[in-house]
C-alpha cells in the first residue's frame, strides 16, 4: 500500500535539491569596487534589473525567472520611465535589446522630443542589433580573459580584440561592423576613433575587399529558357510569379529586398515604358490576380494558398531555381542581385 504525507519544507532536502543548489559559475556581476565608485557619481540606485539573489547590487531587483527573492521578474515587461532610477548589468548578448529598450522609454535619460523618438528606435534595426549580438558575446569573452572592464577600457584593447578577431580571416567589412557595434556601448572619443580608424585602414590594405565575381553569365540562357513559358493564360500561377520576378530582377539589376517591396499603386505604365512585359503581365492575369490579391498591395505576392506578399528569401529562391534550370551554375551566381549577367 502507497499513502501520501506531509513532509515539511526545510526536511524536504532530496526532492528540493536541484531547485536550491545555487550555480555560482553561470552567474556575473560588475565588479563591488568599481559598481560603488559609480555609485559616488550617479547616485545609489533603486533597483538591479538583471539580478538574481547570488549578484543582486541593490535590496530591490529583477530576475530573468522566477526568483522568491525578486520584487518581479522579467525587466523588458517593465516601463523604464524617468522615475525609475535602475542599474543593470545585464548579459552581452542581449546589450543592443536594453538600448533600444532605454530609447524607447526614456530617451537615454536626456530631453528629447517625444516626436523624435521614433526617429531614434528607427537608428537600429533589429537584424543589425541580431548582428551586434555576436561582437558583445566575443568582447564578454575577450574582457574576461584579459581580466579587463567590458565598460571602462582603454584604445588599446579595442584594437588588440580587433586584432585578434582580424587574425581569425575574417574580412574586411566583418571587422568594420565589430567596430560599429562596440562603438554603440564604449565612449570612445575622437582621437581613440582615429587610431581605430588607422587600424582599420591598414586592415584593408592587407585584406582589400574585392567583387564576389570576376566573370559574367549571359542573360539569353535564362530569357530562351522562360521564353517557351507562354501563353501566359495557359501557365500555372508558379511559372507566372517565378518569370515575374525573374524578368524584373533580369531588367532593373536591384537587388531582391527592393524588388519585394514594389507595390501595384506605385507602377506608372507609359506608352514607352520599357516595363512592357509587366504591363501585359497584369492584364493577362488580371482576373487571377483579383481573385487572389484581396487587399494585397504587394505586385509579388506567393502561389501557393493563402497567396501573401512574398519574402526576399522566397523571391530569391524562385530565382535561383529559374537559373538552375536554364543551366545557369548557382554554386557560383547567388540569385541576390542580377548585376553579374551581362
Known sequence: ??????????????????????????????????????ASVFGKPDIDL????????????????????????DAFAMMWDK???????????????????????????????????????????????????????????????????????????????????????????????????LALILDISNSDDILIKRFLKGAFRERPSFPRYNETWDPFIVLNYIKEWYPLKNLSLEKLVKKLVVLIALASGQRIQTISKINIKNIKINKNSVDIYFTDMLKTSSKVSQSIRKEESYLILTY?????????????????????????????????????AY
Request: hydrophobic content about 35%; aromatic content about 12%; proline content about 3%.
Open 1 to 38: 500500500m502507497l499513502y501520501a504525507t506531509y513532509i515539511a519544507s526545510k526536511e524536504s532536502t532530496v526532492a528540493d535539491e536541484q531547485s536550491r543548489m545555487l550555480y555560482i559559475d553561470s552567474e556575473c556581476s560588475l565588479n563591488n569596487n568599481i559598481y560603488l565608485k559609480t
Open 50 to 73: 538583471f539580478a538574481s539573489r547570488l549578484n543582486n547590487k541593490c535590496d530591490d531587483y529583477v530576475s530573468w525567472m522566477q526568483d522568491q527573492g525578486a520584487v518581479k521578474s
Open 83 to 181: 522615475s525609475l532610477n535602475f542599474y543593470t548589468f545585464p548579459p552581452f548578448a542581449i546589450i543592443g535589446r536594453i538600448l533600444k529598450k532605454i530609447v524607447e522609454d526614456r530617451s537615454m535619460g536626456r530631453e528629447s522630443p517625444e516626436d523624435a523618438l521614433p526617429l531614434m528606435v528607427n537608428s537600429i534595426s533589429k537584424s543589425t542589433l541580431q548582428q551586434y549580438c555576436g561582437t558583445f558575446r566575443k568582447w564578454w569573452a575577450y574582457c574576461m580573459q584579459q581580466k579587463i572592464d567590458v565598460y571602462t577600457v582603454t584604445v588599446g584593447s579595442v584594437i588588440f580584440f580587433l586584432k585578434e578577431i582580424f587574425s581569425t580571416k575574417v574580412s574586411y567589412a566583418t571587422l568594420n561592423s565589430h567596430k560599429s557595434a
Open 304 to 340: 501557393r494558398k493563402p497567396c501573401t506578399r512574398a519574402s526576399t528569401q522566397s523571391i530569391s529562391r524562385w530565382i535561383k531555381d529559374v537559373m538552375r534550370s536554364s543551366g545557369i551554375d548557382t554554386t557560383i551566381f547567388k540569385s541576390l542581385r542580377l548585376h553579374h
